[in-house]
């Protein structure tokens, strides 16, 4: 037993018992998240520690030792690497797993059995190099959703590894796609410039060869297949699409006296009636807010983003040249400088970081009243959750001579045209199309007369069922106690 002595600290990410008394850790070198941990062993007697070997990422977890083999083991992404005597790292074997998180208990069992928890499951793999699946499909940018650990389930010989890494440009995908690290698949939003430059580039693998993809395409809104063809071929194809914008609360208005005629239609009348609320109607109803939890600075910035993202969005869509010295803009931009947002919660620079007032709210309740007058997040698009929280779409247009504007978010699977597996990811794809929720098919195909159930609704139905039976055998007990 070692005797008590000042501790010294060490920063590890994790630790697992190793040889000769000493200790197994995943250490993080000055905070870089960007460069994958080192394994290293420490000894607990004066807190010493050796590098051993770089691991494979900045997010690898579930150390663990196996000394009869002198093989120490780890999780990266859903893949099990082993290194051998502090050789190369290797993989063993692939777990359906949406990224690695060290919260997840890991065991090593006797017979080299690899025990993991994590999504509600209990994985185990034989950590044998003869039982490690065929290539696995690598995915950058997905997690485990339900269509995902469906495809797994009924095809337990295309192991599925989802990748979190973060590319911020057409430079980096570029750069994974041509590495022995690359992904088969990625998903991308097809609103942003990095998904046009790889297409530009040739950097997109075409789909086109695929009749299930090409038949569903042709079951979408026309701006949503224009947007994943080029020059004919298909080059993308959706995962999910949302939409939303601004929204009001109808019951809101209604209790501070409003009616429909003074919902804004534009962002000019917006910025009119947030005048209007701050110099006649928030002193007599200070319990309503315009927008939760927004300070001045920062809606007047969002709001800015938002004026901004519109006109560029309304540009673009009527192929006009991008210029912001026009009448329209730099009416928008005086008026926005000019209103009155000092009625928005202002930041306390005594308050600590995580307090503040909390709200609480009953969604989901028709009788629901919200307490702020707008949302900068009314959804337009379903989703596998929406709930009723009180609030109405309100679109806004950049003046009274223009449509009002909605603008949407296309996250859609792209190939890379280097892949190794494109069977296989062709085969993933047509099974994502086939098995697309209700809420994901809705959106994206305007003939779909399918009436759309909640995935989740019986699940929460069975939770509410659960807790209401906990709560009348908790009332019985006090009842028969009192």
Same mark, same amino acid.
């Given at each position: 037993?070692?005797?008590?002595?000042?501790?010294?600290?060490?920063?590890?990410?994790?630790?697992?018992?190793?040889?000769?008394?000493?200790?197994?850790?995943?250490?993080?070198?000055?905070?870089?998240?960007?460069?994958?941990?080192?394994?290293?062993? %420490?000894?607990?007697?004066?807190?010493?520690?050796?590098?051993?070997?770089?691991?494979?990422?900045?997010?690898?977890?579930?150390?663990?030792?196996?000394?009869?083999?002198?093989?120490?083991?780890?999780?990266?992404?859903?893949?099990?690497?082993?290194?051998?005597?502090?050789?190369?790292?290797?993989?063993?074997?692939?777990?359906?797993?949406?990224?690695?998180?060290?919260?997840?208990?890991?065991?090593? =069992?006797?017979?080299?059995?690899?025990?993991?928890?994590?999504?509600?499951?209990?994985?185990?793999?034989?950590?044998?190099?003869?039982?490690?699946?065929?290539?696995?499909?690598?995915?950058?940018?997905?997690?485990?959703?339900?269509?995902?650990?469906?495809?797994?389930?009924?095809?337990?010989?295309?192991?599925?590894?989802?990748?979190?890494?973060?590319?911020?440009?057409?430079?980096?995908?570029?750069?994974?796609?041509?590495?022995?690290?690359?992904?088969?698949?990625? %998903? =991308?939003?097809?609103?942003?410039?990095?998904?046009?430059?790889?297409?530009?580039?040739?950097?997109?693998?075409?789909?086109?060869?695929?009749?299930?993809?090409?038949?569903?395409?042709?079951?979408?809104?026309?701006?949503?297949?224009?947007?994943?063809?080029?020059?004919?071929?298909?080059?993308?194809?959706?995962?999910?699409?949302?939409?939303?914008?601004?929204?009001?609360?109808?019951?809101?208005?209604?209790? %501070?006296?409003?009616?429909?005629?003074?919902?804004?239609?534009?962002?000019?009348?917006?910025?009119?009636?947030?005048?209007?609320?701050?110099?006649?109607?928030?002193?007599?109803?200070?319990?309503?807010?315009?927008?939760?939890?927004?300070?001045?600075?920062?809606?007047?910035?969002?709001?800015?983003?938002?004026?901004?993202?519109?006109?560029?969005?309304?540009?673009?869509?009527?192929?006009?040249?991008?210029?912001?010295?026009?009448?329209?803009?730099?009416?928008?931009?005086?008026?926005?400088?000019?209103?009155?947002?000092?009625?928005?919660?202002?930041?306390?620079?005594?308050?600590?970081?995580?307090?503040?007032?909390?709200?609480?709210?009953?969604?989901?309740?028709?009788?629901?009243?919200?307490?702020?007058?707008?949302?900068?997040?009314?959804? %337009?698009?379903?989703?596998?959750?929406?709930?009723?929280?009180?609030?109405?779409?309100?679109?806004?247009?950049?003046?009274?001579?223009?449509?009002?504007?909605?603008?949407?978010?296309?996250?859609?699977?792209?190939?890379?045209?280097?892949?190794?597996?494109?069977?296989?990811?062709?085969?993933?794809?047509?099974?994502?199309?086939?098995?697309?929720?209700?809420?994901?098919?809705?959106? =994206?195909?305007?003939?779909?007369?399918?009436?759309?159930?909640?995935?989740?609704?019986?699940?929460?139905?069975?939770?509410?069922?659960?807790?209401?039976?906990?709560?009348?055998?908790?009332?019985?007990?006090?009842?028969?106690?009192?």
């Amino acid at each position: 037993m070692y005797s008590a002595a000042p501790a010294k600290a060490i920063s590890l990410q994790y630790i697992a018992t190793y040889k000769d008394g000493l200790l197994l850790g995943a250490q993080r070198k000055d905070n870089d998240y960007s460069k994958p941990l080192t394994m290293v062993n %420490v000894d607990p007697r004066d807190g010493s520690t050796q590098p051993l070997f770089e691991m494979s990422s900045s997010d690898d977890y579930g150390i663990e030792y196996d000394a009869e083999t002198d093989t120490i083991y780890y999780l990266s992404s859903g893949e099990l690497y082993a290194s051998i005597a502090l050789g190369k790292p290797e993989v063993r074997s692939y777990l359906p797993l949406s990224n690695t998180w060290n919260g997840s208990p890991t065991a090593l =069992l006797p017979g080299g059995l690899y025990v993991v928890s994590s999504d509600n499951k209990t994985i185990v793999r034989n950590t044998d190099p003869a039982y490690k699946q065929g290539g696995a499909l690598r995915i950058n940018g997905l997690y485990y959703d339900m269509v995902a650990n469906k495809f797994q389930e009924e095809y337990p010989d295309v192991p599925l590894v989802m990748t979190p890494d973060y590319y911020p440009t057409s430079e980096a995908y570029t750069s994974n796609m041509t590495s022995d690290a690359a992904c088969d698949l990625y %998903v =991308l939003d097809l609103t942003g410039d990095i998904a046009e430059t790889l297409a530009a580039k040739g950097y997109l693998g075409d789909l086109s060869t695929s009749e299930t993809l090409r038949d569903a395409i042709a079951k979408m809104y026309p701006d949503i297949s224009d947007a994943l063809l080029r020059d004919g071929k298909l080059i993308a194809f959706p995962q999910r699409y949302e939409a939303h914008t601004y929204g009001y609360a109808p019951k809101t208005f209604e209790k %501070v006296g409003l009616t429909e005629q003074d919902v804004p239609k534009t962002f000019a009348q917006l910025m009119q009636f947030i005048d209007r609320w701050e110099q006649e109607l928030s002193a007599q109803f200070p319990e309503i807010t315009l927008f939760n939890d927004q300070e001045d600075m920062v809606f007047k910035n969002t709001l800015f983003h938002e004026i901004m993202s519109t006109y560029v969005s309304q540009l673009r869509k009527n192929n006009q040249p991008i210029e912001f010295d026009t009448p329209v803009f730099k009416s928008l931009l005086e008026q926005l400088n000019k209103t009155d947002f000092s009625g928005f919660k202002q930041p306390d620079p005594d308050e600590e970081e995580g307090g503040g007032t909390v709200i609480v709210s009953t969604r989901g309740d028709e009788d629901f009243v919200p307490t702020a007058l707008f949302t900068q997040y009314s959804t %337009v698009t379903l989703n596998d959750y929406i709930l009723n929280d009180g609030y109405e779409t309100m679109p806004l247009s950049l003046s009274d001579d223009e449509p009002a504007s909605i603008r949407g978010w296309l996250n859609a699977f792209v190939l890379n045209p280097n892949s190794k597996n494109i069977e296989q990811a062709m085969q993933f794809l047509e099974y994502y199309v086939n098995n697309m929720s209700g809420a994901n098919k809705t959106n =994206l195909m305007p003939d779909l007369k399918e009436k759309v159930e909640s995935p989740y609704y019986q699940m929460q139905m069975d939770e509410l069922v659960i807790r209401k039976n906990e709560a009348e055998d908790a009332l019985a007990k006090a009842k028969g106690t009192s």
